[in-house]
């Protein structure tokens, strides 16, 4: 994999949509306060020890479906899902900011950057093989009350692998966000949005929440920094989810987007927030 498209707290494609479902009979998450993760004594997510991390291998960004999101709160295993989770609740004009594939020491310092100017939290899916060459990345998200959620260690179309493959992908990606960021993920985003039975199953088993999103910036298709702005605005509303990303490719329009976007939002009345777990 070349570095340029997927530089790698403490230490694809129809098969996937059809196993969904429609998006208008998603749960609800309900959101947490912004003051960063919680740090539970409870011991690390229930699955088989971490297998050596995979080889990095090439992956699109393109996501098929959209979906919606999750959040931190007491460690206990989730019971399976059928569906990604697609509706956040919470008082007011309440939205979560999410992007995925990093870090990426190009982009995802500026973005955290403009996340602490404003005094917001963001949630980010991280690729294990991005967060294994960054971990210092996933250790400043822990410091600044930033959610880190899994989102494999290469990017594969999981609809594609074994049960067996996706618990490796998965389980490698949790061992480096656990050392890096100081707990284990709660919260699971597939590639390409592309989840089935297995995907939802053994996301439960390590413990994680299945979050997707309801609004695509489509920034990985670089539109341009104005067209994001407009997307995202447009789409804003309460209990949205919004996806970009802060890896993969040139994500300058992106980086550039959130200064304009964010205070807006921001001036218009919207609490930006991150998730937190239903079940206590």
Known sequence: ????????????????AAAVGAAGTAGVLAVGRDHGPARPAAAPAPGAPARRPLAPSAYRLQPLAGYGTPGAGPHRRPPARSEPILRMSGRGR????????????????????????YDVRATFFVCGEMADDN?????????????VGNHTWSHPLLTKLT??????????T?????????????????????????VFQLGAELGMEPLAWTVDSLDWTTPGTATIIDRIEGGAAPGVVVLSHDAGGDRSQTVRALRTYLPQLLDSGYHLTVPRRQHA
């Not at 309440?94 to 100017?117: C, S």
């Not at 049960?163 to 490698?172: A, G, H, L, Q, Y």
């Open 163 to 172: 049960r067996r493959r996706i618990r490796s992908e998965m389980e490698s």
């Open 174 to 198: 949790c061992e480096i966000v656990e050392k890096a960021y100081g707990e284990p993920p709660r919260w699971f985003r597939a590639p390409y949005g592309a989840w089935n039975r297995a």
């Open 135 to 147: 971990r210092d990345l996933l250790t400043r998200m822990a410091d600044e009350g930033h959610v």
């Open 1 to 16: 994999m070349k570095k340029d498209q997927l530089l790698t707290r403490r230490r694809v494609l129809l098969a996937g």
């Open 94 to 117: 309440t939205m979560m900011l999410t992007f995925d594939d990093g870090p990426d020491p190009r982009y995802t310092p500026r973005i955290l950057d403009t996340l602490a100017e």
